[in-house]
């Protein structure tokens, strides 16, 4: 996947040349400073293209027809492994009783994102930064398999995992429950 991302004409062309602050400090510790942030995204970043494919992990215990509204920017990867990686950080997945690895679909034509370039400090995981108040809807939820997982006391269980498909939007209503991404 790297390898066809770094041969890509129009990959190369999202990847912003600056990386703002606020989304560097965002990068490095999670600080969420939405406003700051989702103000830079707008500035510095693009129009993510229609039918674009991102990957996230996590997002666990949602079903079919689900509606939810981010409240907040939230980070996405074009590479499907390091959304698996991202699901099993912190416990993730062993905490939350599965590991899901999200496909989000773009149906929308004015939502912005920041496609980090390779010179931060995680810019081998293809990272994409989606701008706040998007709605995602639940399209499907397959069980792949089960993995095992542990957490910081090296105790393991086995967990269903999934692929659960996603269809984004920008939020045009307040109906929907919030969640952090």
């Known amino acids: ?15 912003s040349s600056k990386t703002p602050k606020s989304i560097l400090k965002y990068q490095k510790t999670n600080d969420n400073n939405t406003e700051k942030i989702n103000n830079d995204i707008h500035e510095h970043g693009v129009i ?5 494919e991102l990957f996230h992990g996590g997002l666990t215990g949602k079903k079919v027809g689900d509606t939810i509204k981010s409240v907040e920017v939230f980070s996405t990867s074009l590479n499907p ?6 699901a099993l950080h912190n416990k993730k997945a062993f905490n939350d009783n ?14 912005k994102a920041f496609y980090f370039n390779n010179r931060t400090n995680h810019g081998n995981e293809r990272e994409v930064l989606i701008e706040k ?20 006391e090296y105790e393991s269980k086995i967990v269903p995992a999934y692929v ?13 429950h919030n969640i952090k991404i």
């Open 1 to 15: 996947i790297n390898e066809i991302l770094d041969k890509n004409k129009n990959y190369k062309n999202a990847k």
């Open 48 to 52: 993510l293209p229609k039918g674009q």
């Open 81 to 86: 492994y390091v959304a698996r990686q991202n």
């Open 98 to 111: 599965e590991l899901n690895i999200n496909c989000i679909i773009n149906k929308d034509e004015n939502i």
């Open 133 to 152: 108040d998007i709605e995602m809807k639940v399209i499907s939820k397959t069980k792949v398999g089960e993995i095992e997982v542990t957490n910081d």
């Open 164 to 176: 659960t498909h996603l269809e984004i939007k920008k939020l045009h209503d307040d109906k929907d």
